[in-house]
Antibody, heavy 118, light 109 residues
Framework: EVQLVESGGGLVQPGRSLRLSCEASGFTFDDYAMHWVRQAPGKGLEWVSGISWSSGDIIYAASVKGRFTISRDNAKKFLFLQMNGLRVEDTAVYYC???????????WGQGTLVTVSS | EIVLTQSPDTLSLSPGERATLSCRASQSVSGNYLAWYQQKVGQAPRLLIYGASSRATGIPDRFSGSGSGTDFTLTVSRLEPEDFAVYYCQQYGGSPPYSFGQGTKLEIK
């Protein structure tokens, strides 16, 4: 059974940093690109970042480029999101998602809540 | 940037009725890389349809997708109580490479 479990969320002050993790199981992790998608409270889905299976291809939304860094550890089956310079508008539930070959997301984690507030 | 606009924002129907949800793109979606997701309160999104018309694993056949280019439709042929949720379309292509529509809330009338 495919499982994605996020962790690392919490309450943080503006300008500070946070690192999210996503532990994958039930599939061959290094066969898939992985992504982060977020959802602000009461709002819709916003794509954040993606990384290819080899880490050779990395992309970011304009809203986080230069502040967030995506990475992965294929040996340990983990996906990460290092978030620096956090802003109030980064407050959201962050989901990790597996991208299948048709450029859609077939499995999602349960999400981890990041709250940026002073 | 490809912007996806979903309509209506809210759709009020009764169980047993047919639901038709629309997703319009500001530019043609290359390769028909258009997907639909269902999200219930407090849950992660679930993939329903990919490639505009292919059902994801385990999705009942009352869900169907159609369309190409800039106009796409998700149809639920006969609503079950568990189908009332928020639905999002998502595309791949352009910059940013991935984007979602704003969502359609399907509520019980």
């Amino acid at each position: 059974e495919v499982q994605l479990v996020e962790s690392g969320g919490g309450l943080v002050q503006p300008g500070r940093s946070l690192r999210l993790s996503c532990e994958a199981s039930g599939f061959t992790f290094d066969d898939y690109a992985m992504h982060w998608v977020r959802q602000a409270p009461g709002k819709g889905l916003e794509w954040v970042s993606g990384i290819s299976w080899s880490s050779g291809d990395i992309i970011y939304a304009a809203s986080v480029k230069g502040r967030f860094t995506i990475s992965r550890d294929n040996a340990k089956k983990f996906l990460f999101l290092q978030m620096n310079g956090l802003r109030v508008e980064d407050t959201a539930v962050y989901y990790c998602a597996r991208r299948q070959s048709g450029y859609n997301f077939d499995y999602w984690g349960q999400g981890t809540l990041v709250t940026v507030s002073s | 940037e490809i912007v996806l606009t979903q309509s209506p924002d809210t759709l009020s129907l009764s169980p047993g009725e047919r639901a038709t949800l629309s997703c319009r793109a500001s530019q043609s979606v290359s390769g028909n890389y258009l997907a639909w997701y269902q999200q219930k309160v407090g849950q992660a999104p679930r993939l329903l349809i990919y490639g505009a018309s292919s059902r994801a694993t385990g999705i009942p056949d009352r869900f169907s997708g159609s369309g190409s280019g800039t106009d796409f439709t998700l149809t639920v042929s006969r609503l079950e109580p568990e189908d009332f949720a928020v639905y999002y379309c998502q595309q791949y292509g352009g910059s940013p490479p991935y984007s979602f529509g704003q969502g359609t809330k399907l509520e019980i009338k």
